[in-house]
């Protein structure tokens, strides 16, 4: 009798986690996103291979569905946020290379819905581009933070001679990329014009002083000491910036420390007057490399190309720049964070890069080497860092990979 009750028992309960496993069990929906091409094109001018992912932001899952000859793609996926992400590439009449970029981010799959997604024209015709970022610092011996070592790698990756006089160098305000940034317009879409937080930075000349010959680049340096060995540096640092090209010198605060041996950026214009350092935020800032459309001076003299941040009760005046003065920008994300919000407009980077290892890991992110041509290396270069960039590696200002990669 106690056998059988206990074998009663032990049915009914194994009952009971079944159901309580199955109401556990996230739904899954249909999604189907409509390929929306750009004027001038259809569905017949494009590769009939064209593959969209599909990334779980709280899982980091990768889904990937090949695209119907009509443009739609359909995901059947579990309840939840997504970023969608697609890159490809065409020959034209011309034998010109033409990248395409679509994006969605951070869309919230409740239930069967269809959803457009817009191709951008990718300007990808070569130049300057950042090559390595490295911005999320390093820990010292005793475990305090470090963020002196912070270094910019700017490449020539085109076959021309370009000249760094007049390129600048900033951040975009918001710092991160975990919460919605504030600089939109009515109707949420990013504005058209570009705020730009704390230092921006120009290399001096009269435009034609600091050639860049075809695969060579321009490292900009926080602090252009040799982060290892200096008695003001890190023995963790894992770079030696002693022979960067140029340095972020806050002279204004009287804190910051002047490496003899490497030049000086100019500042442009500023945010933070109290900013002891130009510290670049550990949790994934949006970086531009642009110029002006007349001399930095008379920019900075216009009234009209500053703007008090939206809501804000401060009055701190932000400098604007539009979208057609960026050479190259890049996006980066705080990796952990449940949703992952854009500052920077699809046209300018239609994804975004991390270091997963997060602040302080001495890890970089570095562009792929996607050819090697008679010993230069040419860059991925797509407008589009999810798939432009190789993350969590151990920095390697001045130098470049040797093989082709993927």
């Known amino acids: 009798m106690k056998k059988q009750g206990s074998l ?4 009914l309960l194994s009952l009971l986690l079944v159901n309580c496993g199955k109401d556990d069990i996230a739904p899954s929906h249909l999604v189907t996103l409509k390929i929306v091409y750009p004027d001038g094109f259809t569905a017949a001018d494009f590769p009939g291979d064209v593959t969209v992912t599909a990334t779980n932001t709280n899982t980091s899952r ?4 090949v695209a119907t000859p009509n443009g739609t793609v359909t995901f059947e996926l579990v309840e939840g946020t997504y970023n969608f992400n697609t890159v490809f590439s065409v020959t034209g009449d011309d034998n010109q290379e033409y990248t395409f970029n679509g994006a969605i981010s951070n869309y919230s799959l409740l239930m069967e819905s269809m959803v457009d997604m817009n191709l951008i024209l990718a300007d990808n015709t070569g130049g300057f581009i950042f090559k390595e970022i490295y911005y999320v610092s390093s820990k010292t011996p005793e475990g305090k933070s470090y963020s002196s070592d912070q270094f910019f790698e700017i490449y020539n990756n085109s076959g021309d001679t370009l000249y760094a006089d007049g390129l600048c160098l900033a951040v975009l305000d918001h710092t991160t990329t975990s919460k919605l940034t504030v600089w939109v317009n009515e109707d949420g879409s990013l504005m058209e014009r570009l705020p730009l937080a704390f230092h921006t930075w120009i290399v001096p000349g009269n435009g034609t002083d600091h050639p860049v010959y075809p695969g060579q680049n321009i490292v ?4 252009g000491i040799n982060h290892i060995t200096d008695e003001n540096g890190n023995p963790n640092s894992p770079v030696d910036l002693s022979s960067a090209d140029w340095e972020t010198y806050v002279e204004s605060s009287g804190k910051d420390l ?11 214009y500023t945010t933070s007057t109290i900013m002891a350092d130009w510290v670049i935020s550990t949790l994934g800032p949006a970086i531009v490399l642009f110029r002006f459309p ?6 900075v003299a216009d009234a009209n190309n500053f703007m008090i ?9 932000y400098m604007l720049i539009d979208r057609d003065y960026v050479i190259d920008a890049v996006e980066l994300a705080k990796f952990d964070a449940p949703e992952i919000y854009k500052r ?3 046209e300018l980077d239609a994804g975004y890069t991390y270091v997963e290892a997060g602040p302080f890991s001495s890890k970089s992110v570095r562009r792929k080497a996607k050819m090697i041509v008679n010993g230069r290396v040419i860059y991925q270069d797509t407008n ?20 082709a990669e993927q």
């Open 309 to 317: 941040k939206p809501g804000s009760s401060q009055s701190t005046e």
């Open 384 to 403: 589009n860092s999810s798939v432009d960039f190789l993350h969590d590696l151990v920095p390697t200002p001045g130098v470049n990979p040797t093989v």
């Open 258 to 268: 002047d490496a003899s041996s490497v030049p000086n950026l100019t500042v442009v």
């Open 62 to 65: 990768v889904t990937s569905v």
């Open 344 to 346: 920077l407009p699809a």
């Open 220 to 223: 900009i340096a926080q602090d």
């Open 294 to 299: 007349n001399s930095w001076e008379s920019y």
């Open 8 to 11: 009663i028992f032990t049915f």
